[in-house]
């Protein structure tokens, strides 16, 4: 059976889990390591650094079990850890839903900017518990924490969206969040500087 002739789940509760870091019952749950960000840092050099020295979490995905299929309703949370590389603050890959549609994610916990990014536009919305953004279609997204807590956010999203991170790494996203003298630096996009073996990563 093809995963669009599924048929539509059964009505059913989902519950936060415990401090807010899963879904209840819980579906699948990926990690992002420091290595899985190739390309996505300005300061390249500083993330081969970070890579070689123990290759850090930078952040999870923890799902519900409603499925990435049409007409479903995905929803996720995502927890970033703290840090910066480069004295740029941790954040996730970002990406595209190649069929257009709008999302939204709610701050849970910690302080965190929602990056969007139109391909000439770039929008920044401060995060924080009780705060929804709204991602409308056609707007790549990347996630940011700007505090010194992990930084979460419950996103739902449709379920025939898709995600396309080669967008972002050829158009990058508009802007780029740093650590400044008095919090959050955005400062305009460049793309991320050659690796050590010359070639960009
Ligand atoms: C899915 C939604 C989020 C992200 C998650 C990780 O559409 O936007 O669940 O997948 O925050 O970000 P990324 O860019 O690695 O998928
Ligand atoms: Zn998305």
């Not at 070689?52 to 927890?79: C, F, K, W």
């Not at 990014?117 to 707007?139: N, S």
């Not at 898709?162 to 955005?186: F, I, K, N, P, T």
């Amino acid at each position: 059976m093809s995963r669009s002739a599924t048929p539509p789940l059964e009505p059913f509760a989902i519950r936060f889990g415990e401090s807010n870091q899963t879904l209840e019952p819980p579906g699948p749950t990926l990690q992002r390591r420091m290595s899985d960000l190739a390309g996505l840092f300005a300061d390249t050099g500083a993330w081969e650094r970070a890579v070689a020295d123990g290759d850090p979490l930078v952040y999870t995905v923890s799902s519900s079990p409603v499925p990435e299929t049409p007409r479903e309703l995905p929803q996720s949370i995502t927890t970033i850890y703290p840090g910066q590389t480069g004295g740029e603050f941790w954040m996730t890959k970002g990406h595209q839903h190649p069929d257009p549609q709008g999302e939204i994610y709610l701050g849970l916990d910690g302080r965190g900017g929602l990056l969007l990014f139109d391909g000439e536009r770039a929008q920044w919305l401060d995060m924080a518990p009780g705060v929804i953004g709204y991602i409308p279609p056609g707007w790549a997204h990347r996630s940011v924490n700007v505090g010194d807590e992990p930084y979460r956010f419950l996103a739902v999203y449709p379920g025939s969206a898709g995600h396309d991170y080669g967008w972002v790494l050829e158009h990058g996203m508009g802007l780029r969040a740093r650590r400044g003298a008095s919090g959050v630096d955005l400062v305009p996009y460049r793309a991320a500087e050659p690796g050590s073996a010359g070639a960009p990563h």
